[in-house]
């Protein structure tokens, strides 16, 4: 239990940060392209941190300065981002930013799934992240003070969330418990074991995540300037706090639903899900619409991020595991966002939203594809 408040607390920060980062730097007065430019930055900065962060949690067993650093790198960058504008200071303080904010979760991850061991149900404390987020945006959707409509007060939301944050991270403990060291040493018999088989599957599977990743990014990225500019209709935090709402079903059950039919089936359900959703939006821009893309959530996001953390837990014993949550984090996810970032800002600036929903639809073709020539490998292996 002492992982649940350090959970609740990360995502308190993300309530505050996924909505509205893109109505932050749109605030600041820059152009649809500039803005995908300045967000692919964003992401692809996230790459670096995770990496830096998994490398030492791995050598030295380490979370707690590791957090806190992560949490006061996201302070020192975010007020500055909006009182001094310029693109170069905006891409500098972006980065920044980007290292801290992205850093956490690697961390919390690897950290639970190591003491949980083999048999341990991730998604359950996952869950309570969810739970974090979902009050949290319903708050900022209809909070009276400081709501978070201008990048100043949105700025000022990130840097206090993040600057509370730090105090659960004292609950932590400053190094693997003895059973948490016992349940390591097990593990790398399992991982080797594991490995063993699921080890060649790693570089086609997180190309199978990146790509579902890469089509995914609308959502996080430009979803919110949809609703606002396109749509007219000022319902962000609401709706992030449906979608969140709709995947705390499949974060609950995912450890049986990931020993019944296994990480990669699961990947592939959810990569159709995320086509599902991005047609939605492109070819039925209505209200209703809107609302039922949302709720696929449950499968784009609460079915897929355990599932991804099951295979990456599958194929990197647990000494590496901070590391291998940093791949996934950083190349199955974050690269693919700053490409979709860029790429997508280019799509809102000359052909409109809707063309850009649709033709990030057709990147979960390749990831399909993928899974298919997975199982093929993997039936080649066991006969």
């Excluded at 920044?96 to 003491?115: K, M, Q, W, Y």
């Amino acid at each position: 239990m002492h992982l649940v408040p350090s959970f609740i607390a990360a995502f308190v920060i993300y309530a505050a940060t996924t909505p509205y980062l893109p109505i932050l730097v749109r605030g600041l007065g820059y152009r649809p392209v500039v803005v995908g430019i300045l967000l692919g930055i964003f992401e692809g900065a996230g790459i670096i941190g995770p990496f830096i962060f998994g490398h030492f949690a791995d050598k030295l067993g380490k979370y707690k300065s590791g957090l806190i650093v992560t949490f006061v790198l996201s302070v020192i960058a975010i007020i500055p981002l909006v009182l001094w504008i310029h693109p170069l200071l905006s891409a500098l303080f972006l980065v920044l930013f980007a290292i801290g904010f992205r850093s956490t979760v690697p961390l919390l991850d690897a950290i639970t799934t190591i003491n949980l061991g083999a048999s341990g149900n991730y998604g359950k404390i996952r869950t309570m992240g969810s739970l974090s987020f979902v009050v949290m945006v319903l708050f900022f959707q209809w909070t009276p003070v400081l709501r978070p409509n201008t990048s100043i007060n949105i700025a000022l939301w990130i840097g206090a969330t993040s600057a509370l944050a730090i105090i659960p991270v004292f609950l932590l403990p400053t190094r693997y418990t003895e059973t948490a060291k016992a349940r390591v040493h097990t593990g790398r018999i399992q991982g080797a074991q594991k490995s063993g088989l699921w080890l060649p599957l790693l570089v086609p599977g997180i190309g199978m995540i990146a790509m579902s990743r890469l089509a995914i990014s609308p959502i996080y990225s430009f979803f919110p300037l949809y609703l606002v500019e396109y749509m007219n209709w000022d319902v962000v935090g609401l709706l992030f706090a449906l979608a969140s709402a709709s995947e705390i079903p499949c974060m609950f059950i995912s450890n049986r639903l990931i020993r019944r039919f296994g990480p990669l089936r699961l990947l592939m359900i959810a990569a159709i899900a995320i086509g599902i959703r991005l047609s939605i939006l492109a070819f039925f821009p209505y209200r209703f619409a809107i609302v039922a893309s949302q709720m696929l959530h449950s499968l784009c996001f609460g079915l897929f991020h355990p599932a991804a953390v099951a295979f990456i837990s599958n194929c990197v014993p647990p000494e590496r595991r901070a590391m291998g949550m940093s791949i996934y984090l950083s190349i199955g996810t974050g690269l693919p966002a700053l490409l979709g970032n860029i790429l997508g800002g280019y799509l809102v600036d000359h052909w409109g939203y809707r063309v850009f929903f649709g033709t990030f639809a057709l990147f979960t073709l390749p990831a399909i594809g993928l899974y298919f020539f997975i199982s093929h490998y993997r039936s080649i292996r066991t006969e």
